[in-house]
């Protein structure tokens, strides 16, 4: 069976400092892999998405970014954290494209806390 | 554009059924989506429909109508632990799902 594993789950990280979350997909090969911020109370929201090693697609113009060295590992970063960056951060992976919507499976996602 | 709407919140009484409505206007469709949220947690699915009709799950069941761009997800003999967020999301296309802001439900004793 598929597992998909993010860390740290939490972080506290002040202004200005650099950002990087992890997160592995176990069981499955050539996963469509995406990360995802949540703000307190509201929507999720689409960072970035891949669809093989080193194919990034950016969603939201930001102070973000993320790689994708491996098949199965995404990695979001960001070198300056800002205040607005803090949030609930979700991985999530799907099957490869097929000829309909793909579900798309979480993480336990990383809460971040920018101060 | 892409807009996926759904009410904020709202309340139920345990043992009761509840509808949870989403209507939907995106670029293409390849499926809608309902997730379940609770608070702190990560989203885990629930539900997927890409053709008209009713689907049903246990004590959850999701509807679909293309035309209309419209869905609801029906909760019956609802639990205390059914009290969370329900988030309803289309895939335009393969590669993204576009998320509601989802609906909070509290079900009181």
């Known amino acids: 069976s598929q597992t998909i594993h993010q860390w740290p789950a939490t972080l506290v990280q002040p202004v200005g400092s650099p950002l990087s979350l992890e997160c592995t997909v176990e069981?499955?090969?050539?996963?469509?892999l995406y990360w995802y911020r949540q703000a307190a109370g509201r929507g999720l929201q689409l960072l970035f998405y891949s669809v093989g090693i080193g194919q990034i697609s950016s969603e939201v113009p930001q102070n973000l970014s993320a790689s994708r060295p491996q098949d199965r590992q995404f990695i979001l970063s960001s070198k300056k954290l800002l205040l607005s960056d803090s949030g609930f951060y979700l991985c999530a992976w799907s099957a490869p494209r097929g000829g309909l919507g793909e579900t798309q499976y979480f993480g336990p996602g990383t809460r971040l806390l920018v101060l | 554009g892409q807009n996926i709407d759904q009410p904020t919140e709202m309340t139920a009484t345990e043992g009761a059924i509840v509808q949870i409505n989403c209507t939907y206007q995106?670029?293409?469709?390849?499926?809608l989506f309902w997730y379940q949220q609770h608070a702190g947690e990560a989203p885990t699915f629930l539900s997927y429909n890409v053709l008209d009709g009713l689907e049903e799950k246990g004590r959850f069941s999701s509807f679909l109508s293309r035309s209309k761009g419209y869905s609801y997800l029906l909760l019956k003999e609802l639990q205390m632990k059914d009290s969370a967020s329900y988030l309803c999301?289309?895939?335009?296309?393969?590669?993204?799902?576009?998320f509601g802001t989802g609906t909070r439900l509290q079900v009181f004793p």
């Open positions: 995106t670029s293409g469709f390849n499926g």
């Open positions: 069981g499955t090969s050539n996963p469509n």
């Open positions: 999301a289309v895939s335009p296309n393969t590669d993204k799902l576009i």
